[in-house]
């Protein structure tokens, strides 16, 4: 349920268009062709040289007797903590404690980001997993090794330091190196500090360059672990169970999407990537389990843009006895929630807007959403030929070829989404673009089924389940004649699924919602590459 049915027929053209030959898009830059470009410091002879530097710098230690690569250092703090320990010290009280003897010592490690020397005095900066620390070296009060050690070490270097804490001059808290190792040498070289990775293509590429000296790019994916951690709090307190199902699957389903194969050697079977764990929470179900979730990878093999990825997260969760108004009022709150304990506040940045996620979210069906947006009256929600020349108007191809609702839904998405800024749910979906939601008893064309827009893209879709097996069977042999007809993205028949229907499941209600692009708007990026360690490129070379 992650990304819609409808989303990815109406994005896979657009998506597979935008597909770069080298490079994934900037999230400033609207296009999502980039230039080639090459990182400041790799810049051919001088880069060869710099290597060559460190690598005779790493067989000088080991002649000394050193290991360039030690894993001898023994942690007693982290930056965060020496923050916090002397956050209220003055520069008197930590001069004093030195001069008695009686300052405590303390044993960090990190990577050296920075160093500048002044004749006799020199200044480092070191960054370990909690943030940075000031380091401070006095060459009179120093072992000559330790000063040579220092002034040999480069930027990048994983170090070693021990001593106590002062402050500057200028009162900035430094802990005063009395011993200094480098621990791993660093054979090649961070970008220039004044520029950064400003190659877009090198910072996906090169994520762990990119997570080194982009301090944004570092809480990007603090924020995405937090948001994974409140989820599970948030369904655990409401006895959700959370489980886990098979991403190799003999029969895929649960969406609209064309998925990846493989093959199992062993049992010599084709199988498949999931597309989506929904049929399988369903069986979970049936079985019993009235409340589960699952944060999941799933895998389309469709076009890449910045909102599509192959493999991506989602969250599905699944409430017997509810329906999809309920799961409403529960996303509200989840969504809401998560932006308070993320930032403090309801209000958050996105792009050139201002997003309000306070509940309630505001409520669009599809037929005034076309009146709305589309100029189709709702008295012609199911006029086909007022419905084409929308289409014409908008340029939707092969318009002509489309069922009813598949052709209801290309005109809302063309005409709607990029309008779809503030929290919207969207709701009373067509059946033709809905085989697994169960039908609207007061209108039998439509479904129980919202999709919650925010930032003009869907983030979550959600339905009252279908439990009837025999209308299921119905709506898996519609799809199948689809597919018949030339739709790879159709749903295939799954006769054990239906086998399971027969067994009952309650009346529930299910929802999925896209991870990835959750965290891209708690982050303020608008490229899901951004919220990803490792999205997919094109080979390199």
């Known amino acids: 349920m992650t990304q819609s049915n409808s989303d990815h027929q109406s994005n896979q053209a657009q998506a597979q268009a935008a597909q770069p030959k080298n490079a994934q898009p900037s999230p400033a ?75 405590p010592r303390f044993a960090i490690a990190g990577r050296l980001m920075a160093k500048r020397s002044f004749g006799k005095v020199a200044f480092g900066s070191l960054r370990d997993r909690s943030g940075d620390v000031q380091l401070s070296f006095f060459r009179p009060e120093l072992d000559t090794d330790i000063w040579t050690a220092m002034k040999k070490a480069d930027l990048g270097d994983i170090v070693g330091c021990e001593g106590v804490m002062m402050r500057t001059k200028a009162g900035e808290l430094s802990l005063k190196v009395d ?108 079985g019993g389990f009235h409340r589960v979730y699952e944060i999941n990878r799933c895998f389309r093999n469709e076009g890449i843009s910045t909102r599509h990825n192959p493999e991506f997260t989602s969250l599905e969760f699944y409430e017997a006895f509810a329906t999809y108004e309920d799961l409403m009022r529960l996303t509200e709150e989840l969504i809401s929630g ?86 919207t749910f969207v709701t009373d979906f067509p059946l033709d673009v809905s085989p697994l939601s169960r039908r609207k008893e007061s209108e039998p064309t439509l479904v129980d089924r919202f999709e919650l827009y925010v930032g003009g893209q869907e983030i979550a879709n959600a339905f009252s389940e279908l439990n009837d097996p025999d209308d299921q069977r119905g709506r898996f042999e519609a799809q199948v004649e689809a597919r018949d007809s030339g739709d790879d993205e159709a749903h295939p028949m799954d006769e054990d699924f239906i086998r399971a229907l027969e067994y009952a499941m309650p009346p529930t209600a299910g929802e999925g919602i896209g991870i990835d692009r959750l965290v891209m708007l708690l982050t303020n990026n608008t490229s899901i590459r951004d919220v990803l360690f490792f999205p997919l490129l094109r080979p390199e070379h």
Not at 54 to 77: I, L, T, Y
Not at 216 to 229: G, N, Q
Not at 357 to 367: E, G, K, N, T
């Open 29 to 103: 830059q609207s296009s999502p062709a980039q230039p080639k470009s090459k990182p400041v410091i790799e810049d051919g002879k001088r880069l060869v040289k710099v290597i060559a530097e460190r690598r005779a710098k790493a067989e000088e230690m080991k002649a000394r007797g050193e290991n360039p690569f030690a894993n001898d250092f023994k942690v007693s703090h982290l930056a965060e903590d020496l923050s916090a320990l002397f956050a209220e010290h003055s520069l008197e009280d930590l001069e004093a404690a030195i001069a008695e003897g009686s300052a």
């Open 179 to 286: 011993l200094f190792r480098v621990l791993t040498k660093s054979l090649r070289p961070l970008p220039d500090k004044w520029h950064g990775l400003t190659d877009t293509a090198t910072r996906y590429r090169q994520r762990y360059v990119d997570l080194i000296v982009t301090p944004e790019a570092r809480d990007t994916f603090k924020m995405r672990s937090k948001v994974l951690r409140y989820l599970r709090q948030f369904f655990d307190k409401r006895d959700y169970m959370e489980v886990e199902t098979p991403m190799l699957q003999p029969q895929y389903g649960g969406a609209a999407a064309k998925p990846f194969e493989t093959h199992h050697n062993a049992l010599d079977m084709k199988l498949f990537m999931r597309i989506a764990p929904e049929l399988n929470l369903k069986r979970l179900v049936v």
């Open 338 to 423: 998560l932006a308070e304990h993320l930032h403090g506040t309801s209000t958050l940045p996105w792009g050139d807007h201002e997003l309000n996620l306070s509940a309630p979210f505001r409520r669009l069906s599809v037929r005034d959403g076309l009146a709305q947006y589309a100029g189709v009256p709702t008295e012609s929600f199911y006029d086909r030929e007022v419905l084409m020349e929308a289409a014409k108007r908008l340029k939707i191809g092969k318009a002509e070829s489309m069922p009813l609702g598949y052709l209801q839904m290309a005109v809302f998405e063309e005409a709607c989404e990029a309008d779809l800024i503030q929290p």
